[in-house]
C-alpha cells in the first residue's frame, strides 16, 4: 500500500491502526485503495520547467493578444 500511494510503511502503519476497525467491518484494504484511488489523483505532479526572462516575455505579450482579442469579440456585436 506504501508504493501504491508513495508513502512511508509507518505512515501506512499508523493509517492501519487508526482505521483497522472501519476496515475488518466494511471493505479489505484492496477495496479501499481502489476507493481511494478513484477519488484521489495519485500521479506525482508535473512539475514545469521554469521559463527564461525571455519566454516569460514572450508569453506575456501572447497573452495581452489573446486579451484585446477577446475584448474586441466581446465588444463587436455578433
Known amino acids: 500500500i506504501g508504493k501504491e500511494f508513495t508513502v512511508k510503511p509507518s505512515t501506512v502503519y499508523n493509517w492501519v491502526q487508526r482505521y483497522k476497525v472501519e476496515f475488518s467491518r466494511e471493505k479489505s484494504i ?7 484511488r478513484s477519488v484521489i489523483n495519485t500521479d506525482p505532479p508535473v512539475k514545469k520547467k521554469k521559463l527564461t526572462s525571455e519566454q516569460l516575455e514572450q ?3 501572447e ?9 474586441m469579440r466581446s465588444i463587436t456585436p455578433g
Open 30 to 36: 484492496q477495496q479501499e485503495m481502489t476507493t481511494f
Open 63 to 71: 497573452l495581452e493578444a489573446q486579451l484585446k482579442e477577446e475584448q
Open 59 to 61: 508569453r506575456n505579450l
